[in-house]
C-alpha cells in the first residue's frame, strides 16, 4: 500500500531553533507539494515541485522557509529562525500523472 | 485564479441519515474536482474524485455530482455511520490536459458529526 510518509510526526523547539521536516513521496509521482495547516487558516500550500524543481514557492515567507527535493524520494522544508507563529501542522503531498493528490500524516509542529 | 466556497461549515446528522456538502467554483476552466475525509490527528484522504467529462460518481455509500454549467459539485453520503464524522473538503484545479500545470484550490472544509 503505497502512501506518503513523513518525520518527524512531533516535534517541539524553542523559538529561534532550526527546524527540518521530510518527507518521503510515493515512488512514480513527480509532483510534490507542502502544506501548512491551522485552525485559522486551513490549508495553505507552501511550495511545490515538479521533477524536482521548484514551480512555486509564493505560498513561503522566504526570510525564514526553504523548501528542497534534494533526489526523488525526499523533499525537505525548513524553517530557520522558527517563531511561534509556525506552529501549526505540516503535510507533504504527492501526486500522481492521473491528478490524484495523496497527503501524508503531517509534521505537528510545536514553537514554544 | 480559481475561488471555491463550501457549505456547511458543520452538519450534524443521525446515524443512518445522508449529509450532502457543497462547493462551487469560479474558474470555468476547472476540470478535476476530489473531495478529502480528515480525520482527527490524520492527514487529509482522498475518497472520491470526479473529472469534467462525468455528471455524477459513485462509490458505496459515497457519490459526487457535477454540474459545470452552474459550476457547483456535491458530495453525498448515504447511511451515515459515526465513522463518518470527520472534516471533509472539496478541491478544484485545472490541469488535465494541455492547459499547464495547476494547483488544487481547496474549500474551508465541513465537519460533519454522525451521532449514534
Known amino acids: 500500500d503505497a502512501r506518503v510518509t513523513q518525520t518527524p510526526r512531533h516535534k517541539v523547539t524553542e523559538m529561534g531553533q532550526e527546524v527540518t521536516m521530510r518527507c518521503q513521496p510515493i515512488?512514480?509521482?513527480?509532483?510534490v507539494f507542502w502544506y501548512r495547516q491551522t485552525m485559522m487558516q486551513g490549508l495553505e500550500l507552501l511550495a511545490y515541485?515538479?521533477?524536482?524543481?521548484?514551480?512555486?514557492d509564493s505560498g513561503m515567507p522566504k526570510d525564514r522557509f526553504s523548501a528542497e527535493m534534494p533526489d526523488a524520494t525526499l523533499a525537505t522544508l525548513k524553517i530557520q529562525p522558527s517563531e511561534p507563529r509556525d506552529s501549526a501542522v505540516y503535510f507533504c503531498?504527492?501526486?500522481?500523472?492521473?491528478?490524484?493528490?495523496?497527503f501524508g500524516p503531517g509534521t505537528r509542529l510545536t514553537v514554544t | 485564479g480559481e475561488n471555491v466556497e463550501q457549505h456547511p461549515s458543520t452538519l450534524s446528522v443521525q446515524e443512518g441519515d445522508s449529509a450532502v456538502i457543497k462547493c462551487t467554483y469560479s474558474?470555468?476552466?476547472?476540470?478535476?474536482f476530489p473531495w478529502y475525509k480528515q480525520e482527527l490527528g490524520k492527514g487529509p484522504q482522498l475518497i472520491i474524485d470526479i473529472r469534467s467529462n462525468v455528471g455524477e460518481k459513485k462509490d458505496q455509500r459515497i457519490a459526487v455530482t457535477l454540474n459545470k454549467t452552474a459550476k457547483h459539485f456535491s458530495l453525498h453520503i448515504t447511511e451515515t455511520q459515526p465513522e463518518d464524522s470527520a472534516v471533509y473538503f472539496c478541491?478544484?484545479?485545472?490541469?488535465?490536459?494541455?492547459?499547464?500545470?495547476?494547483?488544487?484550490?481547496f474549500g474551508t472544509g465541513t465537519r460533519l458529526l454522525v451521532s449514534p
Open positions: 478541491a478544484a484545479s485545472r490541469g488535465m490536459g494541455n492547459t499547464g500545470f495547476q494547483k488544487l484550490v
Open positions: 503531498a504527492s501526486r500522481s500523472e492521473t491528478y490524484e493528490q495523496y
Open positions: 474558474d470555468s476552466a476547472s476540470n478535476y
Open positions: 515541485f515538479r521533477n524536482r524543481a521548484p514551480l512555486d
Open positions: 515512488l512514480g509521482h513527480n509532483t
